[in-house]
């Protein structure tokens, strides 16, 4: 099954910030803000992914617009931390 992980940041150009590993099968793309991420997940679902993973800086509500972006059809799962890693998060990314 091909899959993406999709991260996102401001400084992110997701027709340029894209690895693709395992042959091809996995792909890592970085997206500037949620409208992008949710054109580009219409894109990988058209291209016959078939799971999408998102970070964290994602939230709820983003992973939750991946999934409308891509009609239900697909799995789409994000990542999260442990509430004992909260300060250390905020410390990290300013979140």
Request: contains cysteine.
């Amino acid at each position: 099954m091909k899959f993406a992980f999709l991260i996102m940041g401001n400084e992110f150009d997701s027709s340029k910030n894209r690895a693709y590993i395992h042959d091809g099968m996995c792909q890592i793309i970085g997206v500037k803000d949620i409208e992008d991420a949710e054109s580009t997940a219409r894109k990988l679902l058209q291209e016959g992914i078939g799971c999408i993973e998102v970070c964290g800086a994602f939230g709820i509500d983003g992973a939750k617009a991946i999934i409308n972006a891509t009609e239900n059809r697909i799995p789409v799962g994000y990542v999260t931390h442990l509430p004992s890693q909260e300060d250390l998060f905020i410390k990290a990314f300013g979140n």
